[in-house]
């Protein structure tokens, strides 16, 4: 059985991505889950979701010594959710019956992960109304959320799919969205004098990372006329402490800054930025040494002749790339 992590999840577990076993696809819909983290008024919040299904439960106000134990609350919490679904006590035995053995692994489907991304802006919705109303049912909200039409499932109940499986009956299997939107925020670190100027844009997936550059710098005004890089740690140096760099000088045939520097006009924004939250430098200009932190945000299904890519909001005046000089 596996739970496929988050990078979020993954940095309260205390494990990173590269210390995983790559696992594939398992072949009992019941196998596989995706586990998400989010807050709710300052508190963490789990999302599980059954990859087949869409299936979800939500467990909140918890710690980072739960969470260390995922293992553990998942077993814990999973009957108590399909109890409040009306489920009997031999499916649900039937159930836990399927976890013999928990492996930990990094989410693979892009296309699940929009959908728990659309699953908790409807249960942050329905907690936020519920709190200011007075009228708190938490359990009632999670009900609500398996009972919601999913585009990627056919318009089907998740909590129809998931009786299916149990009932023994083929669920259709959810395919990987090439066509997913990606919303990033570039905030820029340098020469910003301490002000707070960021640009949220948006791309598809499945363009470069050559595309993702000319994006970014657009929405800051700026001309794509000068190499960039995008480098892994975004607070070391870009350079040979770095161990995850995508280079444009690569793809120009001249000297990269490390061995391990890999391309970015075939490389693919979605092989690159793979989770939600992960952060990447981007260097651009190597002369004037212009420098902005990329985070992945949001990813969701395109939403039909949406124009991309787009700014989607500005914060801050940004300066000049080519400020009048001086005579």
Request: with cysteine.
């Amino acid at each position: 059985m596996l739970i496929r992590c988050t990078t979020k999840v993954l940095k309260e577990i205390g494990i990173t991505k590269s210390a995983l076993v790559e696992v594939l696809e398992s072949d009992n819909p019941l196998d596989e889950w995706c586990v998400n983290l989010f807050y709710f008024n300052r508190q963490k919040c789990l999302i599980f979701t059954n990859a087949a299904s869409l299936f979800s439960f939500i467990v909140h106000g918890i710690y980072r010594k739960e969470i260390r134990g995922i293992e553990e609350l998942f077993l814990k919490e999973l009957p108590r959710a399909l109890y409040y679904e009306n489920f009997s006590a031999d499916q649900i035995k039937f159930v836990i019956n399927q976890f013999r053995h928990i492996e930990l692994a990094r989410t693979i489907n892009r296309s699940v992960l929009a959908s728990m991304n659309g699953l908790v802006a409807r249960y942050l919705c329905f907690k936020s109304y519920a709190t200011r109303s007075g009228e708190i049912d938490d359990t009632e909200m999670q009900c609500q959320l398996n009972k919601m039409p999913m585009r990627i499932c056919e318009y089907k109940l998740p909590i129809d799919n998931f009786k299916d499986i149990l009932n023994g009956k083929k669920v259709k299997k959810i395919a990987q969205n090439k066509n997913m939107v990606y919303i990033f925020d570039a905030k820029m670190v340098q020469y910003s004098e301490g002000k707070n100027i960021v640009r949220e844009v948006v791309v598809t997936s499945g363009k470069s990372l050559l595309h993702l550059a000319k994006t970014i710098l657009n929405s800051f005004n700026f001309q794509c006329d000068h190499c960039f890089g995008f480098y892994g740690d975004i607070n070391k140096h870009p350079g040979k402490e770095q161990t995850e760099v995508y280079e444009s000088f690569v793809d120009a045939g001249v000297k990269r800054t490390v061995e391990c520097a890999k391309g970015v006009e075939r490389t693919k924004i979605a092989s690159v930025f793979k989770d939600i939250g992960k952060k990447m430098l981007f260097m651009f200009d190597y002369g004037d040494d212009w420098r902005f932190t990329v985070e992945l945000k949001e990813i969701r299904e395109k939403l039909g002749n949406e124009p991309l890519p787009k700014v989607l909001s500005s914060v801050g005046e940004a300066p000049l790339q080519y400020p009048p000089l001086n005579v």
